[in-house]
């Protein structure tokens, strides 16, 4: 019998990982600007094509996408047909979710840091505790096999 097909992956998991890696990467910033600027984009050509009447030039669905997915919406641009308006509203809601998502990730990338930098200063420090007690102990040993060598030479002057 075939061995069936892998199953695909979840979306969310395709979403997390890009994130996390977004977070970590050096680059952050131009994730971050080519993110939205995807966004931005589709979300022009969208209502390019389904509001034509508000949005007679593909410069100004970009202008009003840019406007709406970065959520400053300066309202000179704006969508006035229930589909438009419909586009933008779904435009609005990722570049929210987005700003919101990217904070979340982030936020626990530097927390995951400073957590495990915090378990590496304790694992430092418990065995600088553990070597100090090894070397206590050391000592204690020394000091008896001392005692022991000097009662043994005391007993040794004592009559038999």
Do not use: C
């Not at 996390?20 to 050096?26: D, F, L, P, Y």
């Not at 080519?34 to 509001?51: M, P, Q, W, Y």
């Not at 593909?58 to 996408?65: D, L, P």
């Not at 990730?105 to 430092?124: G, P």
């Amino acid at each position: 019998m075939p061995d069936a097909a892998p199953s695909p992956r979840p979306r969310s998991d395709l979403v997390s990982r890009r994130a996390r890696r977004i977070a970590n990467a050096r680059y952050v910033t131009l994730g971050l600007a080519l993110t939205f600027l995807s966004l931005a984009f589709i979300g022009a050509v969208v209502i390019r094509f389904v509001d034509r009447h508000d949005f007679s030039s593909f410069g100004n669905a970009v202008w009003w996408a840019l406007q709406t997915v970065t959520t400053v919406g300066y309202g000179d641009v704006v969508p006035t047909t229930p589909v438009g308006r419909t586009i933008g509203g779904i435009e609005m809601v990722l570049g929210v979710s987005f700003f919101s998502f990217l904070t979340a990730t982030v936020t626990s990338t530097v927390m995951r840091r400073e957590t495990a930098a915090e378990e590496a200063v304790q694992r430092a420090e418990g065995e600088r505790h553990t070597q100090s007690i090894i070397d206590a102990l050391s000592q204690t040993r020394a000091a008896i096999a001392e005692l022991d060598a000097r009662l043994d030479q005391i007993e040794g002057r004592l009559p038999g």
